[in-house]
């Protein structure tokens, strides 16, 4: 029953969608009251149904063990614990399209009953063109990649999922994380398709994009850096990141996000960068589909990615036409491009922000070049490249340092033009401390000139986001005199997106720290032990206690305990291990992390003689890693102050322009 009712829902959902995309249009032509708006927002709800039923239908498949189903006797196993079975959903080329089609239909659906003041006549176009991702999708899923089709004879058992996927729970946060990031950059991109459909693209439709970027851009973020967790736990190589075509390929559309949500805010308050932002919108969502087919095309072997399939080329044909066809509205509309007010040669916030997303786009196109370079001659002379992480260090940590600075000096400009000697002052005293903070980490003997710069960077950008607090603070006390904790009270209140922005900052800021420390600073050794010896790598060191072997339904397993020491007292036993699964054709390794706030000793087991007792063990001390997940829910947190909705009549969201002159720390004061 299952291998038809799957399909079924899969078939209401393509055909749901169709309806939706061809009634949107009419709507879009005949206006929100006729019969073609019913129909509409019938067929995008009836296209969730759709979805929802086939990813019903699957989990149930998955977790009664129906292995007469090809996905589940392909990923499914009898042992594997129920949570893991579950996001065994995931786990597969053809189930994570069912999650894909799940989240963008679903998205859909919140599009079309959360609509935006201002979204006016873009929003039967902006779901149009929704609709017909999620017509696209269904057919993928349906046709493509059909996860319900039956195996015969029936296997008794199944090999259960990859085991890298299952032996830590970040695998039930992370995909769907970048789902949602990913997937929820279709918004801005249908809302940049209608606004060059409507000739309509003024500041309106960045207004009604702005929440939807900010909510898939934060948990794309998560997803990243959750992805680096998930990596650093479970690989057992050491690090987070790896440079890995997939792991780029993430990243990609992060970038043009970020550099969308800096260039918003100059549109929304002067009538430029209109081109800058259309581009970006939809380079976002072109860069999600070039990941998409990365992932699932073949063409790239890494852990990440799912094997060769029937749906790569297809994924590569779409995203071809998506191209083809964004360049021909833009073509169309070239007229409607033009910036109203162009930007002042002068330094200010708006060319802060230029400058942001020149270097947030020249990173994109670095990694993007280094990631496609390799596929690219391969294509052509049959030869194979490959592009390491000394190219991407050496051609991006330029790049990211000049956007750190950019954190600690954008905030401190005013819009419109900058006043030399009182912005210098301003900078003067972050500055120099950032200077002196270089100086002394250097006199104290650390090298390596990218880290110190970014440790100074750090401290440069703390202290300008705490001067503009004190020059806002003190300003609000001048404009409404009393106690100082009521003046910072009224200035979070009157300020809290540009607060809530800063504080996104910092928790980047912390990141590069973390990501700098940790990558130049690490440390390791390797050594083969007998029951009793040591291995030792700065303050840390591990002695071998036993060797053991275990055994369970889903595998067989050799572990180390260690005793590990910091500064000669005991900190515990760790034990990393090697594992077989029965459908894996080596041994699976997992670490053992013991993690401080300043560094952690990371183990590894890399080769076991239980017999003789013998283990050869990695000792990893990484500094500062601990930070870098802990960047995570600042930045999170920033994102939901600053993205939090205020109470406000409709006709109050278009911004009232601000004198050119203005400094950033006015405060705006409302009764």
Same mark, same amino acid.
């Given at each position: 029953?299952?291998?038809?009712?799957?399909?079924?829902?899969?078939?209401?959902?393509?055909?749901?969608?169709?309806?939706?995309?061809?009634?949107?249009?009419?709507?879009?032509?005949?206006?929100?009251?006729?019969?073609?708006?019913?129909?509409?927002?019938?067929?995008?709800?009836?296209?969730?149904?759709?979805?929802?039923?086939?990813?019903?239908?699957?989990?149930?498949?998955?977790?009664?063990?129906?292995?007469?189903?090809?996905?589940?006797?392909?990923?499914?196993?009898?042992?594997?614990?129920?949570?893991?079975?579950?996001?065994?959903?995931?786990?597969?080329?053809?189930?994570?399209?069912?999650?894909?089609?799940?989240?963008?239909?679903?998205?859909?659906?919140?599009?079309?009953?959360?609509?935006?003041?201002?979204?006016?006549?873009?929003?039967?176009?902006?779901?149009?063109?929704?609709?017909?991702?999620?017509?696209?999708?269904?057919?993928?899923?349906?046709?493509?990649?059909?996860?319900?089709?039956?195996?015969?004879?029936?296997?008794?058992?199944?090999?259960?999922?990859?085991?890298?996927?299952?032996?830590?729970?970040?695998?039930?946060?992370?995909?769907?994380?970048?789902?949602?990031?990913?997937?929820?950059?279709?918004?801005?991109?249908?809302?940049?398709?209608?606004?060059?459909?409507?000739?309509?693209?003024?500041?309106?439709?960045?207004?009604?994009?702005?929440?939807?970027?900010?909510?898939?851009?934060?948990?794309?973020?998560?997803?990243?850096?959750?992805?680096?967790?998930?990596?650093?736990?479970?690989?057992?190589?050491?690090?987070?990141?790896?440079?890995?075509?997939?792991?780029?390929?993430?990243?990609?559309?992060?970038?043009?996000?970020?550099?969308?949500?800096?260039?918003?805010?100059?549109?929304?308050?002067?009538?430029?960068?209109?081109?800058? %932002? @259309?581009? =970006? *919108?939809?380079?976002? &969502?072109?860069?999600? $589909?070039?990941? !998409? +087919?990365?992932?699932?095309?073949?063409? /790239?072997?890494?852990?990440?990615?799912?094997?060769?399939?029937?749906?790569?080329?297809?994924?590569?044909?779409?995203?071809?036409?998506?191209?083809?066809?964004?360049?021909?509205?833009?073509?169309?509309?070239?007229?409607?491009?033009?910036?109203?007010?162009?930007?002042?040669?002068?330094?200010?916030?708006?060319?802060?922000?230029?400058?942001? %997303? @020149?270097? =947030? *786009?020249?990173?994109? &196109?670095?990694?993007? $070049?280094?990631? !496609? +370079?390799?596929?690219?001659?391969?294509? /052509?002379?049959?030869?194979?490249?490959?592009?390491?992480?000394?190219?991407?260090?050496?051609?991006?940590?330029?790049?990211?340092?000049?956007?750190?600075?950019?954190?600690?000096?954008?905030?401190?400009?005013?819009?419109?033009?900058?006043?030399?000697?009182?912005?210098?002052?301003?900078?003067?005293?972050?500055?120099?401390?950032?200077?002196?903070?270089?100086?002394?980490?250097?006199?104290?003997?650390?090298?390596?000139?990218?880290?110190?710069?970014?440790?100074?960077?750090?401290?440069?950008?703390?202290?300008?986001?705490?001067?503009?607090?004190?020059?806002?603070?003190?300003?609000?006390?001048?404009?409404?005199?009393?106690?100082?904790?009521?003046?910072?009270?009224?200035?979070?209140?009157?300020?809290?997106?540009?607060?809530?922005?800063?504080?996104?900052?910092?928790?980047?800021?912390?990141?590069?720290?973390?990501?700098?420390?940790?990558?130049?600073?690490?440390?390791?050794?390797?050594?083969?032990?007998?029951?009793?010896?040591?291995?030792?790598?700065?303050?840390?060191?591990?002695?071998?206690?036993?060797?053991?072997?275990?055994?369970?339904?889903?595998?067989?397993?050799?572990?180390?305990?260690?005793?590990?020491?910091?500064?000669?007292?005991?900190?515990?036993?760790?034990?990393?291990?090697?594992?077989?699964?029965?459908?894996?054709?080596?041994?699976?390794?997992?670490?053992?992390?013991?993690?401080?706030?300043?560094?952690?000793?990371?183990?590894?087991?890399?080769?076991?003689?239980?017999?003789?007792?013998?283990?050869?063990?990695?000792?990893?001390?990484?500094?500062?890693?601990?930070?870098?997940?802990?960047?995570?829910?600042?930045?999170?947190?920033?994102?939901?102050?600053?993205?939090?909705?205020?109470?406000?009549?409709?006709?109050?969201?278009?911004?009232?322009?601000?004198?050119?002159?203005?400094?950033?720390?006015?405060?705006?004061?409302?009764?």
């Amino acid at each position: 029953m299952r291998y038809l009712l799957g399909p079924l829902g899969l078939a209401l959902a393509l055909g749901c969608a169709v309806v939706a995309t061809g009634a949107w249009a009419l709507t879009a032509r005949s206006g929100p009251g006729g019969r073609a708006a019913g129909w509409a927002r019938t067929g995008t709800k009836g296209a969730l149904f759709g979805a929802a039923l086939a990813v019903a239908v699957m989990v149930d498949a998955l977790v009664q063990h129906d292995f007469a189903v090809r996905y589940v006797a392909e990923n499914g196993g009898r042992a594997v614990p129920t949570y893991y079975t579950v996001i065994s959903l995931w786990a597969a080329l053809e189930g994570s399209l069912l999650l894909w089609l799940l989240v963008l239909t679903g998205i859909t659906v919140l599009a079309m009953v959360r609509v935006h003041p201002r979204a006016g006549e873009l929003h039967p176009w902006a779901m149009s063109v929704l609709s017909l991702l999620g017509a696209f999708f269904s057919g993928l899923a349906l046709f493509a990649g059909n996860a319900f089709d039956r195996v015969s004879p029936v296997p008794a058992d199944g090999p259960g999922p990859n085991p890298l996927l299952q032996d830590h729970p970040l695998m039930g946060v992370h995909p769907p994380l970048l789902y949602l990031g990913y997937v929820g950059m279709a918004v801005p991109f249908a809302y940049a398709v209608a606004a060059l459909v409507t000739g309509r693209t003024g500041p309106a439709w960045v207004a009604v994009v702005r929440s939807w970027t900010l909510t898939a851009w934060t948990c794309l973020t998560a997803g990243v850096v959750m992805g680096g967790w998930w990596a650093y736990e479970v690989l057992g190589w050491g690090g987070y990141w790896s440079w890995d075509p997939v792991e780029n390929a993430s990243v990609l559309p992060w970038f043009t996000a970020t550099a969308l949500l800096h260039s918003v805010m100059v549109q929304r308050r002067r009538a430029t960068l209109r081109l800058w %932002n @259309l581009t =970006l *919108a939809i380079a976002t &969502f072109v860069l999600v $589909l070039f990941g !998409t +087919f990365l992932t699932r095309s073949g063409v /790239v072997e890494s852990v990440h990615a799912f094997t060769r399939s029937a749906i790569g080329p297809v994924l590569l044909g779409f995203l071809l036409a998506v191209v083809l066809a964004a360049g021909a509205l833009f073509l169309w509309r070239s007229d409607r491009l033009g910036d109203d007010e162009p930007l002042l040669a002068t330094v200010s916030r708006e060319t802060s922000f230029l400058a942001n %997303n @020149l270097l =947030l *786009a020249g990173l994109a &196109f670095t990694i993007l $070049l280094g990631t !496609t +370079f390799p596929l690219l001659v391969e294509a /052509v002379t049959g030869d194979r490249l490959s592009v390491g992480a000394p190219y991407f260090d050496r051609m991006t940590v330029p790049l990211a340092l000049l956007v750190v600075l950019l954190m600690g000096v954008g905030p401190l400009l005013p819009w419109g033009r900058a006043q030399g000697h009182r912005l210098g002052r301003r900078l003067l005293p972050s500055a120099l401390a950032g200077l002196g903070t270089v100086g002394v980490l250097g006199l104290t003997g650390l090298r390596g000139i990218p880290a110190l710069l970014t440790f100074g960077l750090a401290v440069f950008v703390a202290g300008a986001t705490l001067t503009r607090g004190v020059l806002d603070v003190r300003r609000t006390r001048t404009l409404l005199p009393g106690d100082l904790g009521a003046a910072v009270g009224r200035t979070l209140v009157a300020q809290r997106r540009a607060y809530g922005g800063l504080l996104v900052h910092l928790g980047f800021v912390l990141a590069a720290v973390a990501v700098a420390a940790s990558s130049t600073y690490s440390s390791s050794a390797t050594q083969q032990l007998a029951v009793g010896d040591t291995v030792r790598v700065g303050d840390w060191t591990a002695t071998l206690q036993e060797v053991h072997r275990s055994a369970d339904d889903r595998r067989m397993s050799v572990s180390a305990d260690l005793l590990l020491r910091e500064d000669g007292q005991d900190v515990g036993v760790y034990a990393p291990r090697l594992s077989m699964y029965p459908n894996a054709t080596q041994a699976v390794g997992t670490p053992s992390v013991r993690t401080t706030p300043t560094e952690d000793a990371y183990l590894v087991l890399t080769e076991v003689d239980p017999d003789a007792g013998t283990a050869t063990i990695r000792l990893v001390v990484d500094p500062l890693v601990l930070w870098l997940w802990l960047s995570v829910p600042v930045v999170v947190a920033g994102a939901v102050v600053a993205g939090w909705p205020r109470r406000r009549p409709a006709s109050a969201d278009r911004p009232v322009p601000r004198p050119r002159g203005e400094a950033p720390d006015t405060v705006e004061v409302s009764a």
